[in-house]
Each structure stands twice: as C-alpha cells, then as structure tokens.
C-alpha cells in the first residue's frame, strides 16, 4: 500500500528549530525519484498551502514567506524528505501534511502538528 508517513514536529519556542520528516512507503526506489514530494501546512478556517516541494526534476519549491529560515533536502536512498524549519515563529504554527504524487495520485499524510510558542 502507498502511503507517506510523517514524523518529527512538536513544540518549540520562538527563534528555535524543528526538524520534520517524511517517508515514502509502498514505492520502489525509482518511482521516489522520479516524482514530487513535498510539504503543506494549514490551521483551522484556513486552506492548505504549499510550504516546500521537490519536483520530479529535482527542482526545489520554497514558499516566500519561510524561504530565507526553511530548507527541505531528500533523501532517495531512504525515500524521505526532510524539511528543517529555523527561526520559527509563532505564526509558523499549523498541521504540517506531506504530500507525495506518484503514479498520477496524490497521496496525503495524516499531519504532524508543529506548534511555536511567543
């Protein structure tokens, strides 16, 4: 069964780090690197947004508003990507989902929630 699987995330104060991962399961190695995988996060009465997102080509998307104090990196021979989120701010705080698209499906995590203290 495919699935992405998430971890990391908790509570941090502000101006402090996190570290959040997401693994791929279900999927052959080539088939990881080969497609985009990527990081969402929303809060309540709010729609999903784009945080960071590896494309199938490599290429890395990074919202505007974390660009300078996120970096997402992957891992292919682990089928994880990982997002390093410094600096954070409360305003950072949301249910982070990853979202991985392979064999034309968008396949969703269950959220991890990442929660910044003032």
């Known amino acids: 069964q495919v699935r992405v699987v998430e971890s990391g995330g908790g509570f941090v104060q502000a101006g402090g780090s996190l570290r959040i991962s997401c693994k791929a399961v279900?999927?052959?190695?080539?088939?990881?690197?080969?497609?985009?995988t990527g990081w969402y996060r929303q809060v309540p009465g709010n729609q999903r947004e784009l945080v960071a997102e590896?494309?199938?080509?490599?290429?890395?998307r990074i919202a505007d508003d974390v660009k300078s104090r996120f970096t997402l990196s992957k891992d292919n021979s682990r089928k994880t990507i990982y997002l390093q989120m410094n600096s954070l701010k409360p305003d950072d705080t949301a249910v982070y989902y990853c979202?991985?698209?392979?064999?034309?499906?968008?396949?969703w995590g269950q959220g991890t929630q990442v929660t910044v203290s003032s």
């Open positions: 279900g999927i052959i190695w080539s088939t990881f690197t080969s497609s985009s």
């Open positions: 590896i494309g199938s080509d490599g290429t890395i």
């Open positions: 979202k991985g698209h392979y064999f034309g499906t968008d396949y």
